[in-house]
């Protein structure tokens, strides 16, 4: 059988309090899940928690089992199926391949598609089903064919006209990249999905000059020892004996040594008995020498094969997870050199296997030196001249504020007013004459201003002509969307809209543009401020509820959190990016936090 290969692409849709979803791929065994609750009680990041040990649980179900195919890993999947708690509503869909065939389990519901020689179908399909309820299929795979598991959101969401044209003469990684903006702007948080394309490698031919051609009988011989060594260690259990282990050569030299017995005085039939004895002795004891060695060799192999494959699962898991979860990413990582530092004083420094467990223990080194990090920030009080703008907003009792290198800008329900920096000189600017009726933000850039209507659910651009500002709606009708939770916006070209379930929407020249935030560990909690800036790398985020200040840069990837017991009741803050600072007003006072 030719030697296989899976290539993976994921789409997932931002978590809510009430709604999660994921994919997971390691090995050959892959699958697309989401969570769903009726209500927002107990522990923010319930479903986050019950989503990761149930997919914990299906993969240590999965490798622990001696022999797979569809009865045994529907016990696997009935297994981890327990895991699901009863208030909460899954779609759950796996698939696993062994050598060329697919086993696909869906629990709740969902749907497996399979794209082959430009044609979708449907292998499996669930719809009203119970959360105990377990559909399943199988089938043989050709090669290139694309496999589909969705949980029953995105279904929804993505037609199966839509996923055909998608995937017609693009890679899977396209694919992924087309559909993932479909998704997030539907903002249904139980859609996922995971592509699986499948490869089946040519075979190498290797020819003997002047040897006769191999009989058929041979080539089946040749192709199932090729079969069992080609194997990959996830799925099968693998023995590494065959490459690893210490195969000692015998030398029969020292039978040349045996012509002392003619110089003896025996008679030929004794040398004859002698000389069969002593090879008898000789033969006994190198025996029991290679069955030493083998029976040494076998120990490393086990232990090799408990190791090795278990970190090796955890290194892959963490990186389908980097892109998604830096954070769990990192677990990941961090498990797997774990358990490689705990088993590699087993093997010889020198040994095949030391070499293997280093180069691997390099790998993860390098993934987890490049892994955003979560800072405990410390924050030390320092006097309002520290910034000017923070400490004209100490004074003012607006809601709204912005500010650029010369004035700070402050809205009320009734108008926009202005204070220079260098002076305190204050003026007004603009009187509401009824341009906005409900005001959810306040920015400027270059000299004009633009003001978040949250009840006509428009962005007003204020133009300063020099002498007056004359006002014009920013979005286009098409581009209008809900803004009765928005609490913030911020302008660097772009303009970004923060709301207060920790989504943010971009827009550029009155268009809405594909932008989510991706990586966050758990979801905001109760954000009150976007600060961006055309000169600047990275967008920053004030999330309240969890006491820190996030980082992205300017595609919607988490970079790096700040925490500090002072952000909790923080009203503002401004960055210094250059600088290294983040100045904090909280409490009446003003803080700085460094950036690392």
């Not at 320092?382 to 700070?408: G, P």
């Not at 401020?529 to 006491?547: E, Q, V």
Request: charged fraction near 25%.
């Amino acid at each position: 059988m030719a030697e296989t290969e899976l290539n993976f692409a994921k789409i997932v849709a931002n978590p809510t309090p009430l709604g999660w979803c994921q994919v997971y791929s390691a090995g050959k065994l892959f699958a697309a899940i989401s969570l769903e609750k009726q209500e927002e009680e107990g522990e923010k990041d319930y479903l986050n928690v019950v989503g990761k040990e149930i997919l914990n649980t299906l993969e240590q179900e999965f490798f622990i089992l001696e022999k797979k195919d569809l009865d045994s890993i529907k016990e696997a999947v009935l297994t981890t199926s327990k895991k699901i708690p009863e208030d909460v509503t899954v779609s759950f869909v796996i698939g696993s391949i062994v050598n060329n065939i697919i086993y696909v389990y869906i629990v709740g519901n969902g749907r497996v598609d399979i794209k082959r020689e430009g044609m979708l179908g449907t292998i499996l399909q669930a719809q009203d089903q119970a959360n105990d309820a377990l559909s399943q299929a199988s089938g043989y795979l050709q090669n290139k064919d694309v496999i589909i598991l969705q949980t029953k959101a995105f279904s929804e969401v993505v037609s199966e006209n839509t996923l055909s044209e998608v995937l017609d003469n693009t890679s899977i990684a396209d694919a992924a990249e087309n559909l993932a903006p479909m998704v997030h702007e539907k903002e249904n948080p139980l859609a996922s999905a995971i592509l699986a394309g499948y490869r089946e490698m040519a075979q190498k031919a290797f020819y003997e000059k002047g040897k006769e051609e191999k009989t058929e009988e041979e080539e089946v011989k040749k192709e199932e020892t090729e079969e069992k060594a080609n194997q990959n260690y996830f799925e099968s259990g693998e023995n590494y004996s065959s490459d690893l282990a210490y195969k000692p050569k015998i030398s029969l030299s020292f039978l040349n040594k045996l012509n002392f017995l003619k110089n003896t005085g025996l008679s030929h039939t004794r040398k004859i008995i002698l000389t069969v004895v002593v090879i008898i002795v000789i033969v006994f004891a190198s025996s029991i020498f290679f069955a030493l060695q083998k029976q040494q060799n076998d120990k490393l192999v086990s232990e090799f094969n408990r190791v090795f494959p278990e970190a090796s699962r955890k290194y892959e898991e963490g990186v389908s997870l980097s892109e998604i979860n830096p954070t769990l990413a990192n677990d990941s990582f961090k498990t797997a050199r774990k358990i490689l530092d705990e088993g590699k004083n087993s093997f010889p420094k020198d040994s095949e296997y030391s070499k293997k467990i280093n180069d691997l223990l390099t790998k993860i080194e390098s993934e987890i030196g490049s892994a955003p990090q979560t800072t405990s920030a410390s924050a030390k009080e320092v006097s309002a001249s520290e910034s000017e703008y923070l400490s004209f907003r100490l004074k003012n009792n607006a809601s709204y504020f912005a500010h650029d290198e010369n004035n700070v800008y402050f809205a009320t329900s009734d108008e926009i007013s202005s204070i220079a920096k260098e002076s305190g000189t204050s003026k007004t600017l603009i009187e509401n004459d009824n341009y906005w009726e409900s005001i959810g933000g306040l920015a400027n850039y270059n000299t004009n201003l633009y003001v978040l209507d949250k009840e006509n659910n428009q962005i007003i651009k204020f133009v300063n002509s020099g002498s007056e500002y004359s006002d014009s709606n920013y979005l286009s009708e098409s581009a209008k969307s809900d803004f009765s939770d928005a609490v913030s916006i911020a302008i660097d070209n772009n303009i970004y809209v923060l709301f207060k379930n920790g989504s943010v929407s971009k827009y550029f020249r009155g268009s809405k543009q594909d932008f989510s935030l991706k990586g966050l560990d758990k979801q905001m909690s109760s954000p009150t401020k976007i600060y961006a800036n055309p000169d600047f790398d990275n967008i920053y985020i004030l999330d309240n509820g969890n006491s820190r200040i996030l980082v992205f840069d300017k595609e919607g990837n988490f970079k790096a959190q700040y925490q500090t017991n002072v952000l909790k009741n923080a009203k503002d803050f401004e960055v210094l990016e250059k600088d290294k600072k983040i100045f904090v007003l909280s409490a009446g006072k003003i803080y700085q936090v460094d950036l690392k």
